[in-house]
């Protein structure tokens, strides 16, 4: 089942690249479905960027994944009276890891910077960006600073830091660099290849698409690496704590399956497994819960793991008894395309 496939960004790139002379710096991939009234803040956010750095040129990329609301009205709307160059692509397929490959292969500009609908980016990302990538080896997946875009919100999927930091065998790559932020040169996308679709919001897994591309990364000696600028505004809307026990369920349910595919290339993911299994133990006797702001358990991620690793056992023996062949993500086109 051919789920990671490479990019390759000169096939998939010249026949776009054609029609415009000169490739952008920058190009901003947001996946949606069903979220028309978050596109426009976080895409003005976008715009606002571009208008604040204009020595920095930049595109937007926006895939539909199935959404059955008004987004594709809504994105004509806003493509209609956008100075920027906006590029709307249907991805039918569901899946977040599928709407992201289906980004990568539509985008032309040399800086991929994948970005979630339901959030808005600071007035100087596109400054730092430029700073980080001009100073530092571009071999380097990089991903900023996630604040929260409502206090009214719960305090998760964010990532407030205040020091730079890089990815070792000793840190859990969940969170360490989120999907929401994540940053990387086209040549280093060509090496690491396509998201897995098997993961990601909208699949059997869920989640952990992006951590699954850290960890292929780091395989890879591409170093992935947090910076606390490049901010980004996280506007998830999750304001119980239910919502928020929901979702880290299906993180969870992801980083098993994710422990399951790299047993044999990543090992060292299992230590984190038993050291959340030591805490889940040590939690009865009255030890600390997991995230001390929102004094989560440790048991539902270690039985949500070990759940995870056997839908993913399902899938690959699935797959294998009844093989089916992916489309190229090449050959499958938008319904609308605009650039102006």
Sequence with gaps: MALERPLNPSKTVNAVAARTRTRPYASFIVCTRNRAQALAPCIRSIEAAGSAYPAITSELVVVDNGSTDD????????????????????????????????????????????????????????????????????????????????????????????????????????????????????????????????????????????????VRAFQLGIPVEYVPDMTVFHHHGRKSRAAIEKLHRSYSLGNGALCLKHLLKAPWLLRHFFWTARSACGQVFGGPRFDPELQLSHWPIVSMNLFGAAKFAYLVVASRAAPTELQPIEERTPELERSR
């Design 71 to 214: 987004t594709p009205r809504e994105l004509r709307r806003i493509a209609a009276s956008s100075n920027m160059t906006i590029t709307l692509v249907t991805e039918p397929r569901p899946g977040l890891a599928a709407a992201r490959n289906s980004g990568m292969e539509r985008s032309r500009g040399r800086i991929l910077v994948f970005v979630d609908d339901d959030c808005e980016i600071d007035r100087s990302y596109l400054r730092d960006l430029e700073r980080h990538y001009a100073c530092s080896d571009q071999r380097v997946v990089r991903g900023g600073r996630v604040e929260l875009g409502n206090a009214s919100d719960q305090p998760f999927t964010i990532k407030r830091s205040k020091v730079a930091a890089r990815l070792t065998r000793d840190v859990h790559p969940g969170g360490f660099v989120l999907g929401c932020n994540m940053t990387m040169h086209r040549e280093v996308a060509a090496l690491i290849g396509h998201f897995d679709e098997r993961f990601g919001a909208g699949t059997p897994l869920h989640s952990a698409e992006d951590t699954d591309y850290l």
